[in-house]
């Protein structure tokens, strides 16, 4: 077993349950049932890296459900905090509260300077295993560029298959 618990490329996504926006409790594997996940770790609503990181989501948004994608955010801030969050940045996508950090931790996600919740995004297939991660702190809106890139690429390797 390895020392480090971080999710890593080929791994298996580990399943979980968390509260929406509107408190209604999702599943991780019902949401693979329909498709890839973009799964993105932030650390705060309405901060700035933050905001410009959900609207880079929110711009591409038509993208990722062209790709057969269902985009993801989770942080630790409460239902309400993401409710209100959402509806102010015209989110379209959900947005999952770990108000304990428990699938931040479930995950690997590391602290950057020992203190501020990471930045981590995981694109999962639809049988649940990881294909890409991306860790940047500052790079806030790359996180959406390198999820179409990856579902790209996911997409050609499964046109490859099927021929």
Do not use: N
């Not at 705060?44 to 994608?69: N, V």
């Not at 995981?122 to 991660?133: A, C, F, L, N, P």
């Amino acid at each position: 077993m390895r020392k480090d618990k971080k999710v890593r490329v080929g791994e298996r996504a580990p399943d979980f349950t968390l509260p929406d926006q509107t408190g209604k409790p999702v599943l991780l594997r019902d949401l693979l049932g329909r498709g890839t996940v973009v799964l993105y770790f932030y650390p705060k609503d309405e901060t700035p890296g933050c905001t410009l990181e959900a609207h880079a989501f929110r711009d591409s948004y038509d993208r990722f459900t062209a790709a057969g994608a269902e985009v993801v955010g989770i942080s630790s801030d409460s239902v309400a905090s993401h409710r209100r969050f959402a509806a102010r940045h015209e989110l379209p996508f959900l947005l999952l509260s770990d108000r304990g950090g428990s699938v931040r931790e479930l995950y690997g996600v590391d602290k950057t300077l020992g203190f501020l919740p990471g930045r981590v995004t995981y694109v999962i297939d639809k049988t649940g295993v990881v294909r890409r991660t991306y860790s940047s702190q500052l790079r806030a809106t790359r996180h959406s560029r390198e999820a179409l890139e990856a579902l790209a690429a996911l997409g050609e390797y499964q046109a490859a298959a099927r021929a």
